[in-house]
């Protein structure tokens, strides 16, 4: 009876101990977002699970189940195509071919821009350029002189026009020219810097790296070093570099153990933040208020027509001041990763945009004044890289080009630039300017039926599809074909500089419209009966089920060898 009573009190014990943790557990899980973004370890299975397929000519043309006669208007069209993109730019084209086996980066933007089942057709038929020979203004010049509105934004870093960045690179080129490439040492330079960053984050010191991946890692590490918890939150869908903490689904070698991903703008978050006593931070990239918990969209995952986005200012406000709220309660620190956003919402970025304020913050891109950078901004305790009183407890971080004299000095132009009052004007009624233009142009498409939309935050934009298609990821090729320059995402971001005029833009509105008219003549959005987002994303897996397990379906039409 008392071996019972003993056995009963020890199971009583290991459950009252057990129960705690279940509990949090399951919160962490119901914190997740449902979606594979947001569950990195079982996105990471299924991307080793899919296999490489690709569709005969034949099928490419007729994937969706369209009749004869439009696969034969795709085909002419695709052809048609193909033949005016090589004609604009062949000595562009040629200097791409010579260095796409060299350069890596080339290799894998150019196998990532379509769905990888249309990838062998499209990069023998459908040849970009990857080559420029000048700029100005708004618009980019190849090397064949082929001019370009340009909708790529250099990834973010041209906000005022590349006039301006070289300028700023020009001058200060001749500010620091008398000392050169001098390191470990510091130019008078930085202390301008460093008081501007100062009053812009708000915030009590400064740190230089080399870009915004460097500047977000060392923001991550101080968070830890000083709280003495491991875990970092990041939210589903959030870019903050390549590095594995930050990336810890698809795209990374190894799993990162001490990283959750839970889902933004939701209270289910929240309440896991309040009751874990293991994290460090939270950080926020705050351009997912444009698509919360959705990766950067791209072309290359474009297989239906299921992407949305929109930009709501005053619901990503209310969960910014609850998420810093909690974030004070817990002793969490809030990092806002603004290497993409700072200076392109607000002079003061997302932080003076939103009314937040973060314990870190972290910038890059644009403060560079068009040399590479990455800037840690923070409270004088989070900072701090060492303890007095403990002389080997450190928090290493240095880099040998950190505050490289010209692109201090490039920065200070930059920053000296905000205050000038040509600059100031292009932040006056930015929002209202940037969506008043995405409106207009939505307006246009409707009255076309085009089955297509944009959403902005800002001078961000994406594009939507409202009609079911397996081949919405041909619209970047129409879309360069009247020369609009993307970057390698196509259609998933189009980020313009604050120096477009009415006219500029008005420009640029007439070549999306015309390129949509052009996809639509060509036929590749007919929707036949049943063509569903959900009947093609059903069809895609039955493929790959059938692929991976060598099964043999009547309709599924793509190649069985290998590229």
């Known amino acids: 009876m008392s071996t019972n009573l003993a056995l009963y009190s020890l199971a009583a014990a290991v459950a009252a101990g057990t129960l705690p943790t279940l509990k949090l557990r399951l919160e962490l899980s119901r914190a997740k977002h449902p979606s ?21 000519e034949e099928h490419f043309f007729r994937c969706d189940g369209a009749p004869e006669p439009i696969a034969a208007q795709r085909r002419a069209g695709f052809m048609r195509l193909g033949e005016r993109l090589r004609e604009c730019s062949p000595r562009t084209l040629a200097l791409g071919e010579s260095a796409v086996n060299a350069i890596s980066d080339m290799q894998f933007t150019s196998a990532y821009r379509v769905p990888f089942q249309f990838r062998r057709l499209v990069r023998e038929h459908l040849k970009t350029g990857a080559f420029v020979q000048s700029s100005s203004g708004v618009t980019l010049t190849d090397p064949d002189g082929k001019v370009s509105y340009d909708l790529a934004g250099s990834y973010g870093v041209n906000l005022f026009g590349y006039d301006f960045y070289k300028d700023c690179m020009r001058r200060a080129g001749e500010r620091v020219h008398e000392l050169g490439p001098v390191l470990g040492l510091y130019h008078p330079v930085i202390l301008a810097n460093v008081e501007r960053l100062k009053t812009i984050s708000g915030l009590d010191e400064v740190s230089f790296h080399m870009s915004g991946t460097e500047a977000v890692m060392q923001a991550v590490r101080l968070a830890r070093y000083h709280t003495g918890r491991p875990y970092l939150v990041r939210f589903c869908g959030a870019y903050h570099g390549w590095w594995g903490d930050v990336q810890p689904g698809v795209g990374n070698p190894l799993p990162a153990h001490e990283t959750y991903t839970l889902k933004d703008m939701d209270e289910a978050t929240l309440r896991v933040l309040r009751k ?119 928090c290493f971080a240095r880099g040998t080009f950190n505050s490289h004299p010209y692109v201090m000095a490039a920065m200070d132009e930059f920053l000296t630039a905000l205050d000038k009052p040509e600059i100031r004007e292009l932040y006056r009624d930015l929002d209202q300017v940037w969506n008043a233009r995405a409106e207009r142009l939505n307006r246009r498409l409707n009255e076309l039926d085009l089955p297509v939309r944009v959403a902005d935050l800002s001078s961000v934009w994406t594009v939507l599809y409202t009609r079911p298609s397996r081949y919405n990821w041909m619209f970047q090729y129409y879309l360069r074909a009247r020369e609009l320059t993307l970057s390698w995402v196509g259609t998933g971001r189009f980020i313009f500089s604050l120096n477009y005029t009415e006219a500029d833009f008005e420009a640029v509105a007439e070549r999306f419209v015309a390129a949509a008219a052009d996809m639509q003549q060509d036929g590749w959005w007919w929707s036949g009966d049943g063509l569903t987002n959900k009947s093609i994303r059903r069809q895609v897996l039955r493929e790959m089920i059938a ?17």
Request: include cysteine.
């Open 36 to 56: 594979l973004a947001g569950h990195s370890n079982l996105s990471r299975r299924i991307a080793r699970w899919v296999p490489y397929y690709d569709y005969g």
């Open 276 to 394: 874990r006593r293991d994290i460090a931070c939270v950080l926020v990239n705050p351009l997912q208020a444009l698509h919360p918990n959705a990766g950067a969209p791209g072309d290359g995952t474009l297989i239906d027509s299921s992407r949305s986005a929109g930009f709501d200012r005053a619901a990503y406000t209310d969960w910014l001041q609850r998420l810093r709220a909690v974030c004070s309660e817990r002793g969490i620190v809030l990092i806002f990763d603004e290497v993409f956003t700072g200076f392109r919402l607000a002079p003061g970025g997302a932080q003076d945009y939103f009314g937040i304020r973060a314990d870190l913050v972290t910038y890059g891109k644009s403060l560079g004044g068009g040399l590479p950078v990455g800037v840690v901004c923070g409270r004088k305790d989070l900072m701090k890289r060492f303890r007095d009183d403990r002389p080997t407890d450190i």
């Open 547 to 563: 692929r991976r397990f060598g099964l043999r379906q009547a309709d599924a039409g793509f190649r069985q060898e290998q590229s």
